[in-house]
């Protein structure tokens, strides 16, 4: 007779849904990707069905919302990251990365849902991380997600700090004071940088979008008629692989450009800014470079094991 307070026993059908060539290995495995599953379906925006084989009652499933767009100022945040079991269930929703002043699309299949980043200066919740602040608005807050891991809180108006970190974490302070806008926090979902707008002839440069699973857009930069450098979007990591996804660089030239990178997602790397136009966010939830022209964020994507 089994032992019933051994948890994680792996009996009867749900052992054979765990076997198969092409099973996750254990040197691949960490605290979100399933030991012994296999990867049987990759579900991108738009996509609204899912077809389950018969006897499948439960799927581990990973969604990633839609990234943040920047906004001429502020990167967008990183969207939200939400993994877990659930039943099996023929609908699911896969968030779009969002552009303008829309925060990134949510992502569901069952009772595990994560929420898109926020655009340049908006707020997130239930995961996605905060875009970058500009001089006259404070960045935005991270959420908090699907588990109640906390989230990276605002920094203020014209303070050009680090946005803090958390699952969402908070997108980096604008300034018109020092040469560099705040970073974007680190966590699970990277915050967007914050604008540089320093008059005069220095150097300005934006902030850095934060790291994490998924990576925030970085910063602009403006108004200095001497070296605009835009900031590079945060890094991320593929999920599947253990790779390293990377943000896009920001571009730079002497009174003209300053366009923030676009960050990494989960399952592509952001792109590089050029001249005024900002890079867009990678797939799998990487927020939107900052620029005249702002990059859009990163469409979600959702993996379903069983």
Not at 253 to 282: D, F, H
């Amino acid at each position: 007779m089994a032992n019933p307070s051994r948890r994680g026993q792996v009996t009867g059908a749900v052992r054979n849904q765990m076997r198969g060539d092409k099973e996750t290995p254990w040197t691949n495995t960490h605290f979100i990707l399933p030991y012994g599953l296999q990867l049987k379906q990759t579900k991108n925006a738009g996509d609204t069905s899912v077809t389950i084989p018969a006897g499948i009652t439960f799927v581990y499933a990973i969604a990633v919302g839609g990234g943040g767009p920047g906004a001429n100022g502020g990167g967008g945040g990183a969207g939200g990251v939400a993994w877990g079991w659930t039943l099996a269930t023929s609908s699911c929703i896969v968030g779009a990365g969002g552009s303008g002043v829309a925060n990134g699309g949510y992502t569901r299949y069952g009772n595990i849902i994560s929420n898109g980043g926020a655009f340049g200066t908006g707020a997130a919740t239930l995961g996605g991380a905060g875009g970058g602040g500009t001089t006259s608005v404070a960045a935005g807050a991270g959420g908090t997600n699907y588990y109640g891991i906390p989230a990276g809180g605002a920094t203020a108006a014209n303070a050009g700090t680090k946005g803090l970190s958390g699952s969402g974490a908070g997108g980096g302070g604008g300034t018109s004071v020092n040469a560099t806008g705040g970073a974007g926090g680190d966590g699970i979902s990277g915050g967007g940088g914050g604008v540089c707008n320093v008059t005069g002839s220095g150097t300005n440069t934006g902030g850095a979008g934060g790291n994490g699973l998924a990576g925030g857009g970085g910063g602009t930069a403006g108004t200095t008629t001497g070296t605009r450098t835009g900031g590079a979007g945060g890094n991320g990591i593929n999920i599947l692989t253990g790779v390293i996804t990377t943000g896009g660089a920001g571009s730079t030239g002497t009174g003209t450009n300053g366009a923030g990178g676009g960050g990494a997602g989960i399952a592509g790397n952001g792109t590089a800014a050029s001249g005024t136009t900002a890079g867009a966010g990678g797939l799998g939830g990487g927020g939107g470079g900052a620029g005249s022209t702002a990059g859009a964020g990163g469409a979600g994507i959702l993996y379903l094991f069983y």
